[in-house]
């Protein structure tokens, strides 16, 4: 039952209570909650009661969040997946009680969005179905997948991501984007082509510039195809507004992500092009002036972005402190990077719950991106116990990110589960892990698979068990041919780590080399698979151990 007067009554789901009571008995089952989205998580649990030969657990269950927020970002940009994918991956995240889709819809590597204002763009840099139709949202998909999730306790939370990762609004006006298709993308002192310059940090395996190599080098972007909206033109600026605008009002949730992170200073011509590092204020004149532009596209709506807007663009004093900051650069430790935002004043914290990829070892495996992240290494990372109370009351919850670079139809499934709901565990009650963990992680996978038909891996799957290390469906197509369009190639995940000669694994990052491939086009690897040939086929049910 809902409480006296709640019943009836329309409701939203950012801030809305989730709290519920179960009890149930020899009598039956009586659910109390503020509102429905009590009565939806009640019912999830009461079917969880339910023994393998058919009884009903007898419990009183009182149960509320430990974090409000509690996310999936699934970027369809690198690979596309339809409609009946994303509902599939709804259904999953509605079982574990998450309940905020994070939607990186584009990139650079595509724009699978219906946009009729510029045409160009969908028609240009969508991928394409086998029989030549393009695999696009149009506004109605976009609307229904909204709804879908709202009916889940679900919110969706478009992501524009800006001034970075913007080549495909080149098709609009490639005046309109910086270093639009810049070859080589990546010229960092790993690659052939790069030259030693004005500062060097040492590492022991390079060819080109001996002793010296900086992550970043030479890069125009951090993934081909390069391009960033060049914001220092009021095209681009009015171009942007009309997408959050028009696009953005398919979305219902109060919340627009505007993405920020990995934005390159080089790519604007803001340091001479032989300079290996950046200065740290290079970017503060541009992105004051952008992001003042920008605050005021929102209409009404409540900013979110990556943690670089805080941290690195010097304008973390007119980003307004109730924003939405995604946090997944902690390349110096979660704790300290979530301190350093909350000492800034932001109030509302949301960190990628995964463990840094250089404490993770899947000994002598690659994975792409980074190392494979297991569910014992997600649900034990707790990087807020050495947090002031400050910091850890700005934390409102995580997520998990699945970059899909690697992911096409056939592994969507194992590849989210049950890693996410490891986190939705985690998220929602905040236990440690303990001997039972696993037992139920199972029990909870069964249902997955047998009633919702999401093809969970198993707990103890890796991913070093995939046929490749795809790339994104990019190239597919025709890819990368340019000449400096070079990079260390990361071919069959079950091979050794190797530094790019073939050596010991230098760090983590080392993942992205094979055995003596050298440096070959981004896109070599597609040419063995096409990604239209994979699909989504139904999981074999499993056995239920309780």
């Given at each position: 039952?809902?409480?006296?007067?709640?019943?009836?009554?329309?409701?939203?789901?950012?801030?809305?209570?989730?709290?519920?009571?179960?009890?149930?008995?020899?009598?039956?089952?009586?659910?109390?909650?503020?509102?429905?989205?009590?009565?939806?998580?009640?019912?999830?649990?009461?079917?969880?009661?339910?023994?393998?030969?058919?009884?009903?657990?007898?419990?009183?269950?009182?149960?509320?969040?430990?974090?409000?927020?509690?996310?999936?970002?699934?970027?369809?940009?690198?690979?596309?997946?339809?409609?009946?994918d994303i509902k599939r991956i709804l259904d999953g995240l509605a079982a574990s009680k998450l309940n905020v889709f994070h939607w990186?819809?584009?990139?650079?590597?595509?724009?699978?969005?219906?946009?009729?204002?510029?045409?160009?763009?969908?028609?240009?840099?969508?991928?394409?179905?086998?029989?030549?139709?393009?695999?696009?949202?149009?506004?109605?998909?976009?609307?229904?997948?909204?709804?879908?999730?709202?009916?889940?306790?679900?919110?969706?939370?478009?992501?524009?991501?800006?001034?970075?990762?913007?080549?495909?609004?080149?098709?609009?006006?490639?005046?309109?984007?910086?270093?639009?298709?810049?070859?080589?993308?990546?010229?960092?002192?790993?690659?052939?082509?790069?030259?030693?310059?004005?500062?060097?940090?040492?590492?022991?395996?390079?060819?080109?510039?001996?002793?010296?190599?900086?992550?970043?080098?030479?890069?125009?972007?951090?993934?081909?195809?390069?391009?960033?909206?060049?914001?220092?033109?009021?095209?681009?600026?009015?171009?942007?507004?009309?997408?959050?605008?028009?696009?953005?009002?398919?979305?219902?949730?109060?919340?627009?992500?505007?993405?920020?992170?990995?934005?390159?200073?080089?790519?604007?011509?803001?340091?001479?092009?032989?300079?290996?590092?950046?200065?740290?204020?290079?970017?503060?004149?541009?992105?004051?002036?952008?992001?003042?532009?920008?605050?005021?596209?929102?209409?009404?709506?409540?900013?979110?972005?990556?943690?670089?807007?805080?941290?690195?663009?010097?304008?973390?004093?007119?980003?307004?402190?109730?924003?939405?900051?995604?946090?997944?650069?902690?390349?110096?430790?979660?704790?300290?990077?979530?301190?350093?935002?909350?000492?800034?004043?932001?109030?509302?914290?949301?960190?990628?719950?995964?463990?840094?990829?250089?404490?993770?070892?899947?000994?002598?495996?690659?994975?792409?991106?980074?190392?494979?992240?297991?569910?014992?290494?997600?649900?034990?990372?707790?990087?807020?116990?050495?947090?002031?109370?400050?910091?850890?009351?700005?934390?409102?919850?995580?997520?998990?990110?699945?970059?899909?670079?690697?992911v096409k139809r056939h592994n969507l499934d194992r590849y989210v589960f049950p890693r996410v709901t490891a986190i939705a565990e985690?998220?929602?009650?905040?236990?440690?892990?303990?001997?039972?963990?696993?037992?139920?992680?199972?029990?909870?996978?069964?249902?997955?698979?047998?009633?919702?038909?999401?093809?969970?891996?198993?707990?103890?799957?890796?991913?070093?068990?995939?046929?490749?290390?795809?790339?994104?469906?990019?190239?597919?197509?025709?890819?990368?041919?340019?000449?400096?369009?070079?990079?260390?190639?990361?071919?069959?995940?079950?091979?050794?780590?190797?530094?790019?000669?073939g050596s010991g694994l230098i760090d983590p990052y080392g993942s992205h080399y094979s055995p003596k491939s050298g440096f070959n086009?981004?896109?070599?690897?597609?040419?063995?698979?096409?990604?239209?040939?994979?699909?989504?086929?139904?999981?074999?049910?499993?056995?239920?151990?309780?």
């Amino acid at each position: 039952m809902l409480k006296k007067g709640v019943a009836g009554k329309p409701f939203k789901l950012p801030g809305s209570s989730e709290a519920y009571t179960l009890d149930v008995t020899e009598n039956g089952a009586i659910i109390t909650a503020d509102n429905q989205i009590g009565v939806k998580y009640a019912l999830q649990t009461l079917s969880q009661l339910i023994t393998n030969d058919g009884k009903l657990v007898l419990a009183t269950v009182t149960d509320a969040p430990a974090f409000p927020y509690r996310g999936l970002l699934l970027d369809t940009a690198r690979n596309f997946f339809p409609v009946e994918d994303i509902k599939r991956i709804l259904d999953g995240l509605a079982a574990s009680k998450l309940n905020v889709f994070h939607w990186h819809i584009y990139d650079s590597q595509s724009f699978p969005i219906e946009w009729l204002t510029y045409p160009q763009v969908h028609q240009k840099a969508a991928y394409k179905n086998a029989d030549g139709t393009l695999k696009v949202y149009t506004k109605k998909d976009v609307q229904d997948i909204v709804q879908y999730a709202f009916e889940r306790n679900i919110r969706v939370i478009p992501e524009f991501e800006t001034p970075g990762h913007n080549a495909v609004l080149g098709h609009i006006d490639p005046d309109l984007i910086a270093s639009w298709n810049h070859s080589p993308w990546d010229g960092s002192s790993f690659a052939t082509n790069a030259m030693c310059s004005n500062k060097t940090i040492p590492v022991a395996d390079v060819t080109s510039c001996p002793n010296e190599v900086v992550w970043w080098g030479r890069q125009y972007c951090n993934q081909p195809p390069c391009g960033q909206l060049d914001v220092r033109k009021e095209k681009a600026l009015e171009v942007l507004d009309q997408l959050i605008n028009e696009i953005g009002s398919w979305f219902s949730d109060p919340v627009i992500h505007v993405g920020h992170d990995e934005v390159n200073t080089r790519a604007y011509g803001l340091i001479p092009d032989n300079w290996d590092s950046v200065p740290a204020d290079a970017l503060h004149p541009m992105m004051r002036n952008f992001d003042t532009r920008l605050l005021g596209m929102l209409g009404g709506k409540t900013l979110a972005a990556w943690d670089e807007i805080v941290t690195d663009f010097g304008v973390a004093d007119i980003i307004p402190k109730d924003s939405l900051i995604t946090l997944w650069n902690v390349s110096h430790g979660a704790p300290a990077a979530i301190a350093n935002v909350a000492d800034k004043g932001f109030k509302n914290i949301a960190f990628e719950r995964e463990t840094p990829a250089s404490a993770l070892k899947i000994d002598g495996y690659a994975t792409f991106t980074g190392q494979w992240h297991n569910w014992t290494m997600i649900y034990d990372y707790e990087p807020l116990d050495s947090l002031s109370a400050n910091a850890k009351s700005a934390v409102k919850g995580g997520f998990g990110a699945l970059w899909t670079e690697t992911v096409k139809r056939h592994n969507l499934d194992r590849y989210v589960f049950p890693r996410v709901t490891a986190i939705a565990e985690r998220l929602w009650s905040n236990v440690k892990r303990d001997e039972k963990t696993a037992v139920r992680l199972n029990r909870f996978r069964a249902s997955l698979v047998n009633e919702k038909r999401i093809a969970s891996a198993s707990l103890d799957y890796l991913g070093n068990k995939e046929d490749y290390v795809f790339r994104p469906e990019y190239c597919d197509g025709s890819g990368l041919t340019a000449p400096g369009q070079k990079t260390a190639e990361c071919c069959f995940p079950g091979q050794p780590l190797t530094a790019a000669d073939g050596s010991g694994l230098i760090d983590p990052y080392g993942s992205h080399y094979s055995p003596k491939s050298g440096f070959n086009d981004y896109c070599k690897i597609a040419s063995l698979y096409k990604t239209n040939n994979y699909k989504y086929s139904k999981p074999e049910t499993v056995a239920y151990e309780y």
